[in-house]
């Protein structure tokens, strides 16, 4: 068994602590003990930053930084529970209001920004990258993916929000101001999803475990983060699939702008849900 994960899973436990159960006394301990028990292991192991980094996903680190170190696990879930942490200083209920967004700006870049800043010029390596293409088109199961996401989204989401009443999580936008800034709101929020969850969080976890485990480990953060932000009753029978499904994607692609367009397909049938669930009969275009 790989001797990192148990200080992984302690980290990524602590997202449902200070997202779903809302206890940050819980997260900050869960966090705290991720970290130290880290430490501690990689004490155990001295030399280990010099050894000869193995095949698999931290090839893809040795070949970004041009050096076989090993990485630091203890580092990497730091800037995981820096990122996480900047997210829980502000309550993630959806609100419109000039105040809100403004916090929710300042807190969500922060989170991706702060660990890329640390990762970047204290630690001097380049753990968290943003690949915006690979440079191969997108093939047939690419484009044909995207049509299905909208179907599957037309079929399952206004079903879902509308009958579990979750939709209520969301403000009233009765007027075009409103419906405005919830379609900005929506689609802000998609994107640092994926800057987050995939290209920070699931980053790093790649490299230290294999990349199906990693993968699982993200999806805890990520749902966790969803659940908070108004996901709730039985939307995890959603968030769960979308968020391995979306670090699935990533592996085959290795492309930021096809998960981020699958993420905001998806998140334009949200919008469109929560604008015709408050104003009935306004979108005609749903089947509940």
């Known amino acids: 068994m790989w001797p990192g994960i148990a200080p992984a899973v302690l980290v990524c436990l602590a997202a449902p602590a200070f997202f779903v159960l809302e206890t940050?006394?819980?997260?900050?301990?869960?966090l705290a003990l991720g970290i130290l028990s880290a430490w501690l292991l990689e004490r155990r192991r001295p030399g280990a930053a010099d050894q000869v980094v193995s095949a698999g996903s931290r090839r893809d680190t040795a070949r970004v930084v041009g050096v076989s170190r090993e990485p630091s696990l203890t580092r990497d879930l730091s800037l995981i529970a820096l990122g996480m942490l900047i997210v829980s200083v502000i309550p993630l209920a959806a609100e419109l209001d000039n105040l809100a967004m403004l916090r929710f700006t300042l807190a969500l870049g922060g989170a991706v920004a702060v660990p890329y800043l640390v990762s970047r010029f204290v630690f001097r390596d380049r753990a968290i990258s943003f690949p915006w293409r690979s440079g191969r088109r997108w093939g047939r199961l690419q484009w044909g993916w995207l049509v299905a996401v909208l179907v599957l989204g037309w079929l399952i989401l206004p079903f879902y929000f509308i009958t579990s009443g979750v939709y209520q999580n969301w403000p009233v936008v009765d007027t075009p101001d409103l419906i405005a800034r919830l379609f900005v709101g929506v689609g802000a929020v998609g994107i640092w999803d994926e800057l987050f969850f995939i290209c920070t969080v699931f980053a790093l976890l790649r490299r230290h475990f294999p990349d199906a485990l990693a993968n699982v480990l993200q999806m805890i953060v990520f749902v966790s983060f969803l659940w908070e932000l108004g996901y709730r009753a039985w939307g995890p029978v959603l968030t769960i699939p979308f968020a391995l499904l979306q670090g699935f994607i990533f592996l085959r692609t290795h492309s930021l702008a096809y998960v981020v367009t699958v993420h905001l397909?998806?998140?334009?049938?949200?919008f469109g849900v929560l604008v015709h669930a408050h104003n009935p009969g306004l979108l005609p275009i749903f089947l509940v």
């Open 24 to 30: 940050p006394w819980l997260g900050w301990l869960l």
């Open 265 to 270: 397909l998806f998140d334009a049938v949200v």
